[in-house]
């Protein structure tokens, strides 16, 4: 496979630039996949939007990278901090700590995320196999669980000394485990860093008395943890999101192209919320993410509902302020949309709500300068505030404080 193209949101990467592409035959595959909104080809080559992740098609990857999460450009930073927003925002339940070390690999991306699977499958098998009762069929010498008489009649009809049985075997060789393996073995095949292949491998011979069986998006969806498999919840979800977001090569038992990504309007707008609500009591407001509430009244079509993207509420009840976030440039009042305007607007009437704040993420270091502004109208004294909060620091993580400090004086300022 060749080295991954790295390319940032809205940038655009030139035909002569992604060699041996048959650009057709991608455009394609991302209309097939419903990608046409993360990635866009053109006459003169392919322009990223506000998607951010892996694609990996055939021997092409692209490397889809965050604009407003570092400052410094650095790849690495980069990858840190955004591993830490889907970390935080529960998207992923994943640590910065190898981000270095696999900083310089060939697929970073997909080797941090191989890294976790493996590393906390590894963790949690040392401490127990899950095991879990699988429903067994066999003709025995003895009678055990249930006999099955048809089955019975048909294979015990001459020799009478067997019992065609059903029971439950308490057993390693079930549904979890064979997912475990499946992906691990995917996965191995796909890694090219020693250290994720070595781990995976120790996995892949644990488990060399379970059944291979193969997963898909429609399979993996049925399985559930039981109460006595939650050890396993870290690496099940990792291994239900390579099964869902990949498509697998049956005949290599191998990812053959991935699909890792995420919508950063929605990452940043639930990175904000998570803030938020996990500093309620210090903010001194409640906060609801996706408040709804129906447009019209008569009208029982959920549909037709309207949603908040974050409904902030006074602790003593005497303020509410409508919170939409908004993943966009925005350096001066000139960039703001009237149909933002509009959809603040609107939720301010539904929800009482004097106040709307629209947040974008700081596209230059400084903080835009902007007053506060009112909508036009002598009946509704509607404020409407454009701010913004920083997110360009080398390493987000420690900077949390700061990010706190830009939403408090935006709540102060109600």
Not at 17 to 28: A, H, N, Y
Not at 125 to 141: A, F, G, H, S
Request: hydrophobic share 35%.
């Amino acid at each position: 496979m060749l080295e991954p193209i790295i390319i940032k949101e809205y940038e655009e990467i030139d035909e002569s630039d992604i060699k041996d592409c048959d650009l057709d035959k991608l455009q394609s595959y991302l209309k097939c996949k419903n990608l046409e909104q993360v990635l866009k080809v053109t006459r003169h080559g392919i322009i990223a939007k506000s998607w951010v992740g892996v694609i990996k098609y055939k021997k092409h990857q692209f490397q889809i990278l965050p604009k407003l999460i570092c400052d410094n450009g650095n790849t690495e930073d980069i990858l840190k901090n955004l591993i830490f927003m889907l970390s935080y925002t529960k998207k992923l339940d994943i640590k910065t700590s190898d981000i270095a070390k696999l900083s310089n690999s060939k697929n970073p991306f997909i080797e941090i995320l191989i890294r976790e699977y493996a590393k906390s499958l590894f963790e949690c098998l040392k401490r127990i196999t899950p095991k879990k009762y699988v429903r067994e069929e066999d003709n025995l010498n003895y009678l055990k669980g249930k006999i099955k008489f048809t089955e019975n009649i048909r294979y015990n009809c001459v020799n009478q000394s067997k019992f065609y049985c059903e029971y439950d075997e308490f057993s390693e060789n079930n549904i979890l485990n064979q997912l475990f393996l499946f992906v691990s073995t995917c996965l191995y095949n796909v890694s090219k860093d020693s250290y994720n292949k070595k781990t995976l491998k120790f996995i892949i011979n644990y488990y060399k008395d379970i059944k291979l069986a193969r997963f898909d998006k429609f399979k993996v969806k049925k399985i559930k943890l039981s109460r006595n498999q939650n050890l396993f919840k870290k690496p099940f979800n990792l291994a239900k999101m390579f099964i869902e977001k990949t498509s697998v090569d049956l005949s290599k038992n191998k990812f053959e192209n991935i699909t890792l990504i995420w919508d950063m309007n929605n990452l940043f707008e639930e990175f904000v919320f998570e803030i938020m609500k996990r500093n309620e009591n210090e903010f001194g407001w409640k906060f609801t993410a996706q408040k709804g509430k129906r447009l019209l009244k008569n009208n029982d079509n959920k549909k037709r509902n309207t949603y908040v993207d974050i409904f902030a509420e006074s602790l003593n009840n005497d303020k509410k302020i409508i919170i939409d976030t908004k993943y966009k440039k925005f350096k001066n009042i000139d960039d703001f949309s009237n149909a933002d305007v509009f959809q603040v607007s609107t939720y301010c009437l539904l929800h009482n709500a004097e106040h709307s704040v629209l947040l974008y993420p700081r596209w230059d270091i400084n903080e835009p300068k902007i007053q506060q502004f009112y909508l036009n109208n002598d009946n509704y004294n509607y404020r409407i505030n454009f701010k913004t909060i920083n997110l360009q620091y080398d390493d987000i993580k420690n900077n949390l404080d700061k990010i706190k400090i830009d939403i408090m004086q935006i709540l102060n300022a109600a």
